[in-house]
């Protein structure tokens, strides 16, 4: 009998081992390197400067001019494009929530946006929609009788957020019609029989059911927003200045292009605390979940 | 009740006039690109934009000449399928294992594991780029085949174990009844059961790794670029070859807008790890 449950045990262990063993190098290792770079003085172009750095290097993020504007258009980046996707995302999950003509269509039409890579995404807006002589946005503001925008040029960080929001927006609508779909029928009804009114069936019902869906958008969309790189990448290059630098692209600049593996790793580590903040929430409430 | 009756029909119509409007609004940009892909440069940034034209292939031909099309292609389907492949052997068995034999541990571990994805790509990105610098590795599909699988590979095994509980427990009881082995367990009973589970975490995962964009721009330059890492060649002279940019950019989203659109339901379920059903 002993003998049987050790290894009723064993097995389901080794199945599990790979991608635990895997999963902890994986998340180890990096975090581990990230943490001792930014210790010591590593920078490929002064080779012949190395040993502990102490809080240096975080002392030369922090007081680059750049770090403040990098942090600050990271959160801004990601309040406005969580605000652009949420309220969008769940007008819209409202509005085709009940059946009509082509709803299937309209849905695939709907999410498509989120299966761009994100370059092409970039290229997309930069040359076809916010070309200031031939692109779309230019032509529908000359027809208004304005003068067109040069986006990249006088708004980077608002036409990165619009790139962004335009692949986002699908991701939010889509997880909220879903839940939305899951509502029950006959409360709604109930609620409709004793004179509710949209406003009403919208504050009491809807947005009490959909409060945990929505968070859980924002703390993905989130995730996903703080390493935002291509865009600003293929776009713009975190220009023009650092307008729109975030901290992910700072990060890249510091390590790829002046080679300052230390400081880059200091950055490196802001980021990673920031992300960490958010994961604590997410986990809570996936971890409800589960106990369910 | 007649009064009833048009009341609806008119905020039927709104409603789908609307819903209309919106998705053809958000997916125009798409429709615009496609529609530029067989114009000739000319007719690409002409003011105001055509919409009636004579159709040309040639900008196919051009981008399949001069950028290596063939190339970047096959790097990303090789980096995408491989990734997805070895990330479902890996993740099958601990998701198995997870929601037939759980112990107090396993919510944890789920939490945990979901908890890795939290790690900034380019909190990482130094530490692996050295790595990979010091065993030769940059620049290769094997370098973005370890990086696709291991950063899937959370979401993979989330998804596949909410697709085993649904799984009765008495099938696989029976299945030992009666003597199987494990592998026979698997082979017989677990494969037919879960292959829908597997296909569907399979396309999503493809579908991620196809698109990614941060590692293959910084990790994959010439030999192993994606068609990620394409597209950015053609991000220079002020968009002059819009219409070949066009081209490039449908050759390189088509197949997998397809592929998404066939898993945008379980995309649902894998993204937000079982959170939202």
Redesign the interface.
Known sequence: MSSQSRS??F???L??S???I??LI??V???A??IY?SSIFYNLMQPDVSGFAGWMNYEFMITNPAFTDAIWNTLVLLASTVAITVIGGLA?AL??N?A????G????????????????N????????M?P??G?LA?VWTFFGFTPINWLQDLPLFSIILMIS?QW???AC??LM??LQ?MDREQLEAAEMDGANYWQKFRYMYLPHLA??IS??IM?EV?FL??V??EI???TNGGPGTQSTN??YL??NE??QSFD?GV??AG??F??I???I??IF??R???K???K | MSTKKSKWTTS?IV??I???G???L?????I??GF?AFKTELQA?????LWAFEPTLENFHVVNERSDYVQFAWNSVVTSVVSTVLGLL??A??A???A??P?KGT?G???W???????????????????FQQLGLLDTKTALVIIFT?MN??IM?WMLYTYFKDIPHEILEAARMDGAS?WQEFRHVLLPLGIGGLASTGLLCL?LA??E??WA??LGAADAGT???M??S??SPE?LF?AK??AA?LM??AP??V???FS??Q??QG???????
Request: aromatic share 12%; glycine share 2%; net charge positive.
């Open positions: 009723s045990r097995i389901p262990r199945l599990l790979p991608a635990v895997t999963l994986w998340m290792v990096p975090l390197l990230t770079f819209i509005l085709i009940e009509f003509p082509g709803r269509m309209v849905r695939l039409l709907l999410i498509s946006p989120f299966f761009v890579m994100p370059t092409v970039a290229l997309l807006w930069k040359h076809m929609m070309n002589i031939y779309v032509q335009w927006l699908p991701f889509l997880i879903t839940s899951s945990r869906p859980v958008v993905i995730i703080l390493s790189f291509a990448f293929t776009t901290l992910a990060i890249f390590a790829l593996i880059a790793s490196a580590v980021a990673i920031l992300a960490n958010v994961a997410l986990v409430i996936i971890g979940n589960l106990e | 039927l409603r789908t609307a819903a209309w919106i998705a053809l958000l997916f125009f940009p798409l615009f690109m530029t940034i002409a003011v105001p934009s890996i993740a068995p601990a198995y294992s997870m037939f034999s112990t919510n571990l789920l939490l594991m979901l908890s890795t994805k939290f790690m900034p790509a380019v909190g990482a990105l130094l530490p692996i780029y050295i790595i291991m590979l959370p095994v494990v579908v196809w698109n964009a941060f721009l910084n068609l990620a890492t597209m950015v053609y991000s968009g819009w940019l066009s950019s390189a989203i997998i807008v592929i998404g659109w945008q339901k995309l649902v993204l937000t790890f079982g959170a939202v059903k």
